[in-house]
């Protein structure tokens, strides 16, 4: 449901950008709201290359406004390793839109197993990880959901309990 949402929102953002930037002429490939000044070093000349540019802005923008709230994002050597992660990103997942869901999935794995064992001080690992999802990808019925549901239901209450024990203990 993630991947969708994403994917509309990076789809109404390319068309309010079409819609609100393309020159009159219909014939012309460039944008009447030209990125900026820099974007000219860069060889950005066409309409596409304009909205890859903008969306690149965009990624720049939102990693901008994370830092301000996240210290652990915050200065010039998070800002560069966030840059050089994108550009890992993108490189990586030219070997096909399965691989690159995948990656993406992978790292939002990451980032709640560390979130987890760094906030609630677990030890969830990536090797466990890796074993409940090799079992699972055996086949689509590899894991009964009713199943699955009640057993999740579980985990997250005593996730939550977890969570109320770590509050209780910094105040």
């Not at 890859?52 to 802005?57: D, R, S, V």
């Not at 490189?91 to 609630?120: C, E, M, P, R, W």
């Not at 019925?141 to 549901?149: G, I, L, P, S, T």
Request: glycine share 6%; net charge negative.
């Amino acid at each position: 449901m993630r991947i969708k949402s994403v994917l509309v929102g990076i789809a109404v953002a390319m068309m309010a950008v079409a819609c609100n930037t393309e020159s009159k002429d219909a014939g012309n490939d460039s944008l009447s709201v030209k990125p900026q000044e820099e974007a000219k070093e860069a060889s950005i000349k066409t309409f596409d290359d304009s909205v890859a540019y903008f969306m690149g802005q965009d990624a720049a923008l939102a990693y901008w406004r994370a830092a301000k709230i996240d210290s652990t994002l915050s200065g010039k050597e998070n800002a560069e390793q966030f840059r050089k992660g994108i550009e890992d990103g993108l490189k990586a997942a030219t070997k096909s839109n399965a691989y690159a869901i995948g990656l993406q999935h992978g790292l939002v794995a990451f980032t709640s197993i560390k979130g987890l064992n760094d906030n609630l001080k677990t030890a969830l690992s990536a090797e466990a990880f890796m074993k409940g999802l090799n079992m699972a990808m055996e086949s689509e019925n590899a894991v009964d959901a009713v199943k699955f549901q009640a057993d999740m239901s579980e985990v997250e209450a005593r996730l939550n309990t977890l969570m109320m024990q770590t509050q209780d203990t910094i105040k």
